[in-house]
C-alpha cells in the first residue's frame, strides 16, 4: 500500500478514535477502536480499496458514538473526492443497525436482528465484505469471553450471511467458516 493510502488510513483511524473515546470492549480491557482496527486489518487481507478500509474503521461511528452522518461527511470530504467520500459515508450508513431497540420497542431482540439481517441483504456489496470481516472478529471474541451468549450470536451471523453473499467471496467463505467452527466447539446445530 502507498505512503498517501497509509496516511489517509492514519486519519481515518485518528477520527474513529477520538470518536469512540472512553469507550472499551465489552469482554475485555482493551480500547474499542482495536475492533475497528482488527475489522480493518482482516479486509486488508483481501483487498487494499481505500473505501473499504476506511469503512472498516468507520463502521461502528454513527451506531456507537455520538458523531452524526452530516459530521462524517464533512470529514471525508476533507480528505476524499465528493464521490468516494459519499461512497464511504453510504457504506458506513449501511452498516449502522437501524432496527434498533429504541426505535422498535414493541421488537424483541430476534425479531430485531431477523429484520437487520434481511435489510443487510440488499446493502452495497462493499458494506457486505466489511459486516464479513466484523462477523469474523467479533465472533472469534465472544466465543471465547461470553460462550452463552456466543450460542445466540453465531446462530444469528450463521442466518444472516446465508442472505448476505454479495461481497468478497472469500472473506464470505473465512466469515461463514469461522461461525461454523464456533457453532461445533459450542455443540451447536
Known sequence: MNLDKN????QIEEFA???HSGQMRKYSDEEYIIHPIRVMK???LYTHDIAILSTALLHDVLEDTKVTSAELEQFLS??????EA???LQLTQDL???FIKENYPNLNRKQRKAKEWDRMESIHYDAQTV???DIIDNSQEILVYDPNFARVYLKECLKGLQNMKKGNSELYQLAFETVQAGMKKLHIR
Open 7 to 10: 496516511k489517509t488510513l492514519q
Open 78 to 83: 476533507g480528505i476524499f473526492s465528493n464521490q
Open 131 to 133: 459486516k464479513y470481516a
Open 86 to 88: 459519499q461512497k464511504i
Open 42 to 44: 482482516i479486509c486488508q
Open 96 to 98: 449502522t443497525d437501524v
Open 17 to 19: 478514535r477520538n470518536a
